[in-house]
């Protein structure tokens, strides 16, 4: 069930595990597993967190844990498809590190490399908490994903294990604490295996004195830095244990060299990414912890808008005010409260900047503060704006865009779409046409104008909406009216020119609110549901729904009926339908890279898949009762349709490989059975994707320290056309500052290029960037990018916790409780790096803080004061930094009043909060695998 048996018979034979826990089935636990099930309980223990401190029942999910059961005991269950997006995002990550980075031994502690691994662990582990701190979980989650794999495969490729140690490595988290006692490079380890049998090949001094060494591992033998006497990983593609000391340690799978440890490493690495996760958890706080998750208490999309301010929108301005004001009031407090806001404003020249919040009164006052004016000419820089929301918003977003001028700066048109692809985004185009005196919709017709927004509405399965002023409240009511969680894209089509033509469908039993959106000029229409009853485009109020019409736009609301409906169009004009309902039944895809041999894994892929090669979609279904029966690449203009080769892979995720991707434009069309009982669903992804015969790749490290230049390196490879390649480089924070304008490739080859980002000292830790690097072929006919985002991170030097000052202790509570009254303690909280978040781990007390500048250094302090009944005695007060060293400080009632105090390090016993300690015990505990 887990993966292929094609997989299975290619790694068994060339990939037992090379490279840390295997990416392949079995009796072993791999990467994506130890990752998913720590992710699963760190998120349940969060949610649970929420629920005591607000004082409601929390009720753990029973049996084994999924994505969907952790959201419903969450309350979140409409999180299910973001959060299972956020495990996705993670474990790709993780899964990538053996493919990105599979020779360099840090990232997976071989070659006894244990500061360069705990390196990599540790600042990432800042770059993370950073980026929580500045709400940009996606790159949150992308170094979180990078990171876990050296904090995994240490369990395996080291003795940890076989020193005897139960728990996880306390001193892996943090730059500054202590490893333990390693081997120097001289003094051997192990001991020939005996013939098959390694479970006695380390030296038993080393086992004696507690000494932490690793396996060395190379591809090649003479390449091997293996110094004489010291252990191997062990296992086919390692080199290394051929040569004496011979065999090895690594414990990726049960038939590994230390197999029988298997399951003892892969639930230390569990352990060890549960507390991990509980650190980030404690740094950030449950909320953005959850959020950085997927997981949150109202919706999980992000509303975003992008408004045009110039002086000719002062009649829309208005309209998008007041509508907005109407959206945003009824969905506060309801389970459709947008989990973010995001606005963008534009002009000419100007545009930005970007406001992102999760307060929708900031939001309002920010889109109330808009004025139009200025703007020059009649064109804006209304994709500079785009691109700006693309990067800031939440993958699979919806963004409305309100203008009533062309485009000025065109050029963007290439990163926009790439960003569109990359990130599953719907941008929706409300355009009041170009000038004011023209009362019809002028750009209905074939403006060019019109044309972009039309062509950009499509590709990322949006509308283009074509209204005069005096309709836009209107239209702009039916189409936010759509924007619930559980949304689903049916089926999406659109022809240009238009043709006559019928369009069907099947709606399945979980579908709710059944809408059809029709766009295009002069057409009309006839809908047909499966008991055989009509509806044309002239009744507006008939058997099948309400249809309402406003300037290009149709909205068709229908009574659902499970069965097959028709859409019969007939027009000349452009057109573009979109069928949607609201259901649990969705799907997410990516498409990913096979790569077979020693480092076999997927990788997903940052740009266009290659046209007419073989191309795989690892897909996932929201509903667990759910099968796909059929995917399809489905040509967006009505063409044809290929179907892929599905392959479970275990985990609700399906492969499907397709031997030939189209050549041009596709959309992504899935068929599967079970979404309620019997029924047929078909869902589709409402943007269009794109292949190409071009390749581009990037390669460089994913963290930027601010003020020293950074280097991204790229490769871009072509098919048979060769020539001069224009190279278009943008990010979104302009800190580009060189790249090459164009490279000359000959037909079937390939050049590098190197983009220079220049990060100004003074950014702050937790920023990030969005880099697109666009190759086009000579004509333009052909294109494909990379867009890779980079933490911004200043090099942390403070690893200490606040010190915790105790002020002073009031009343005692010795005898019976009840009678003794209250207790408080007055603290003093301070750092270097200033305090950050301060909560409460244990105590039923009252907590209040006020920053008073009382630190040694002159830096920020605390004055915090906690009062509680002599009932709960005992208090542990949460303190983390300004970098997110997370501290805690335990006070007792009993007893006499204790001398002023500062905390120990975060991760001594002691100082483990009440929900780490439960984090680990859960990880340990927890019956690991399948
Ligand atoms: C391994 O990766 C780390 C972190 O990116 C880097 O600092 C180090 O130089 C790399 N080592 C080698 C041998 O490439
Ligand atoms: C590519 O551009 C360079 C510089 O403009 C020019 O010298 C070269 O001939 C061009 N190559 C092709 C194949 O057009
Ligand atoms: C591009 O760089 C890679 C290494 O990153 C190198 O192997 C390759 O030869 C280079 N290609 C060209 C055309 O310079
Ligand atoms: C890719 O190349 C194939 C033939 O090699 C060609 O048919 C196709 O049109 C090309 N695609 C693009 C987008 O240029
Ligand atoms: C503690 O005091 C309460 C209220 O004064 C009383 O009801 C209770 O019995 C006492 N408990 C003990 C153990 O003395
Ligand atoms: C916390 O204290 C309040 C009042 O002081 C009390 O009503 C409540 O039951 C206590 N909760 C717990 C979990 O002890
Ligand atoms: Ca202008
Ligand atoms: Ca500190």
Redesign the pocket.
């Known amino acids: 069930m887990r993966a292929s048996s094609y997989f299975v018979v290619c790694c068994v034979l060339l990939n037992p595990g090379a490279l840390g826990f295997a990416i392949l089935p079995g009796n072993s636990l791999n990467h994506q597993e130890i990752t998913e099930e720590a992710i699963l309980s760190a998120t349940l223990l969060a949610c649970r967190d929420i629920a005591q401190s607000v004082g409601t029942v929390f009720t753990f999910p029973p049996g084994t844990l999924t994505a969907g059961a952790v959201a419903v005991a969450c309350s979140s269950a409409e999180s299910s498809k973001s959060f299972r997006r956020a495990i996705f995002g993670i474990t790709a990550r993780n899964v990538r590190v053996d493919l990105r980075h599979a020779l360099n031994a840090s990232f997976h502690f071989d070659d006894e490399m244990f500061l360069g691994g705990r390196r990599i662990i540790a600042t990432g582990l800042t770059s993370v908490k950073a980026s929580n701190r500045e709400g940009n979980f996606e790159t949150a989650r992308e170094i979180l994903g990078e990171i876990l794999h050296p904090l995994q495969d240490f369990y395996s490729h080291s003795n940890w294990v076989e020193l005897g140690n139960r728990s996880p490595h306390p001193g892996l988290l943090r730059a500054d604490a202590d490893l333990g006692s390693m081997a120097a490079e001289s003094r051997p380890t192990c001991r020939n295996c005996v013939g098959e049998d390694c479970s006695d090949n380390i030296l038993e001094d080393i086992l004696r004195e507690g000494v932490l060494t690793s396996g060395y591992f190379a591809i090649v033998p003479l390449v091997s830095t293996k110094p004489p006497g010291k252990c191997s990983h062990g296992g086919g593609p390692d080199q290394t244990s051929t040569l004496e000391p011979r065999g090895g340690i690594n414990k990726d799978t049960a038939s590994a060299s230390h197999g029988h440890l298997h399951r003892a490493a892969a639930r230390l690495a569990t352990a060890a990414t549960a507390q991990l996760l509980a650190d980030v958890a404690q740094a950030a706080g449950e909320t953005d912890f959850l959020r950085m998750m997927g997981v949150f208490s109202g919706s999980s999309k992000a509303l975003v808008f992008v408004v045009d301010t110039t002086e000719s929108m002062s009649d829309d301005l208005p309209a998008v005010k007041a509508a907005t004001e109407t959206l945003v009031t009824t969905q506060e407090g309801t389970p459709d409260e947008p989990s973010v806001y995001i606005l963008v404003p534009f002009g000419d020249p100007g545009f930005g900047p970007l406001m992102r919040t999760t307060d929708s009164k900031a939001f309002m006052t920010r889109l109330n503060a808009l004025t139009a004016r200025g703007g020059g000419d009649s064109a804006e820089m209304s994709l500079s704006a785009l691109k700006l929301a693309l990067t800031a918003a939440p993958s699979d977003s919806e963004i409305f865009l309100f203008t009533d001028a062309s485009a000025k700066d065109t050029n963007l048109k290439g990163p926009v779409i790439a960003l569109m692809e990359r990130t599953q985004t719907v941008v929706n185009f409300m355009l009041t046409g170009t000038s004011e005196e023209n009362s019809g919709p002028p750009s209905r017709g074939s403006s060019a104008e019109a044309l972009l927004y039309r062509q950009l509405a499509q590709a990322s399965g949006g509308l283009a909406i074509e209204v005069t002023k005096s309709e836009l409240t209107e239209a702009i009511s039916i189409i936010t009216a759509s924007s619930a969680d559980s949304l689903v894209t049916l089926l999406q089509a659109s022809r240009s020119p238009g043709r006559d033509e019928t369009f069907s469908f099947p709606v399945d039993e979980s579908v709710r609110s059944l809408t059809v959106y029709i766009t295009g000029g002069s057409m009309s229409f006839t809908i047909s549901n499966p008991s055989g009853e009509s509806q044309s485009s002239t009744v507006q109020n008939g058997p099948l729904g309400v249809f309402r019409s406003v300037g290009n736009l149709n909205a068709l609301k229908l009574k659902t009926q499970v069965g097959e409906w028709t859409v019969e169009l007939v027009s000349s004009n452009p057109y573009t339908l979109k069928v949607t309902g609201q259901s649990d039944v969705d799907f997410l895809f990516d498409f990913v890279e096979m790569s077979e041999g020693p480092f076999a894994g997927l990788d997903v892929l940052g740009s266009r898949p290659r046209a007419g090669a073989s191309g795989t979609l690892l897909l996932s279904l929201t509903a667990p009762q759910a099968a796909l029966t059929e995917v399809l690449l489905v040509e967006p203009r009505g063409g044809g349709a290929v179907g892929g080769r599905l392959e479970p892979r275990g985990g609700g995720e399906v492969l499907a490989r397709f031997s030939a991707v189209p050549a041009g434009a596709f959309g992504v069309r899935v068929q599967g059975r079970g979404g309620a009982p019997g029924g047929i669903f078909q869902r589709q992804a409402p943007g269009v994707l794109r292949s190409s015969n071009i390749t581009v790749r990037s390669e460089s490290e994913n963290i930027i320290v601010p003020g020293t230049p950074f280097l991204v390196r790229f490769t871009v490879t072509t098919g048979d056309v060769g020539g001069n390649f224009s190279i278009q480089v943008t990010d979104d924070r302009g800190f580009v500052t060189d790249s090459p304008a164009r490279l000359e490739l000959v037909a079937g080859g390939e050049a590098n290029g190197t983009v220079t980002l220049s990060v100004p000292r003074n950014t702050p830790s937790g920023s990030d960037v969005t880099l697109t690097i666009q190759a086009e072929a000579p004509g333009g006919a052909d294109a494909n990018y990379v867009v890779e985002r980079y933490s911004v991170v200043n090099t942390v030097t403070d690893f200490q916790p606040p010190s915790c000052t105790l002020v002073l202790r009031e009343g005692s509570c010795e005898g019976n409780c009840s009678q003794a009254g209250d207790w408080a303690v007055v603290v003093d909280v301070a750092d270097a790096s200033g305090v950050g978040r301060l909560a409460l781990l244990q105590g039923?007390g009252t907590l209040s803080s006020a920053v008073v500048g009382l630190g040694a250094g002159g830096q920020n302090a605390s004055r915090v004061t906690y009062r509680?009944?002599c009932?709960?005695p005992e208090a542990e007060l949460l303190a983390v930094d300004g970098v997110g060293n997370v501290g805690s400080c335990p006070y007792s009632a009993r007893g006499p009043a204790p001398a002023a105090q500062s905390p120990g390090a975060a991760l001594t016993p002691s100082c483990l909060g009440s929900g780490l300690a439960l984090v680990l015990a859960l990880a340990l505990v927890w019956p690991a695998g399948v």
């Open positions: 039923n509680a009944s009932c709960s």
